[in-house]
């Protein structure tokens, strides 16, 4: 059982940057695998990035990887994904999710946070 908080996100101008924090509380933080979605105005939930539990090797998609970065402070049970040279088409609700071990890491999470909405203008 985990408990996730994502908080940072806001308005901002395309090419601007945000930064998003999710903490975590429950179990041991270094149990989960954890990562971003996001969902868009009429779209499906997608995946962004996720870190390892344990060997913090981290993973991405196609369209943020040159952009976004992932990390995790284990002591301070927190993952983050700092988000920069943002374009419009990156306006959604993001998510920080837990997934509970494994070998998977674009898929089937455990747990999910509430959201936090991050809007691109342009």
């Known amino acids: 059982q985990v408990e996730l908080v994502e908080s940072g996100g806001r308005l901002v101008q395309a090419g601007g940057s945000v930064g998003l924090s999710c903490v975590a509380s429950?179990?041991?933080?270094?149990?989960?695998?954890m990562a971003w979605f996001r969902q868009a105005p009429g779209k499906d939930r997608e995946f962004v990035a996720a870190?390892?539990?344990?060997?913090?090797?981290?993973y991405y998609a196609d369209s943020v990887k040159a952009r976004f970065t992932i990390s995790r402070d284990n002591a301070k049970r927190t993952v983050y994904l700092q988000m920069n040279s943002l374009k419009s088409e990156d306006t959604a609700v993001y998510y920080c999710?837990?997934?509970?071990?494994?070998?998977?890491?674009?898929?089937?999470?455990?747990?999910w946070g509430q959201g936090t909405q991050v809007t691109v203008s342009s």
């Open positions: 999710a837990a997934r509970l071990g494994g070998t998977m890491y674009y898929n089937k999470y455990d747990y």
């Open positions: 870190i390892d539990r344990i060997t913090g090797s981290t």
């Open positions: 429950g179990r041991t933080f270094t149990d989960y695998h």
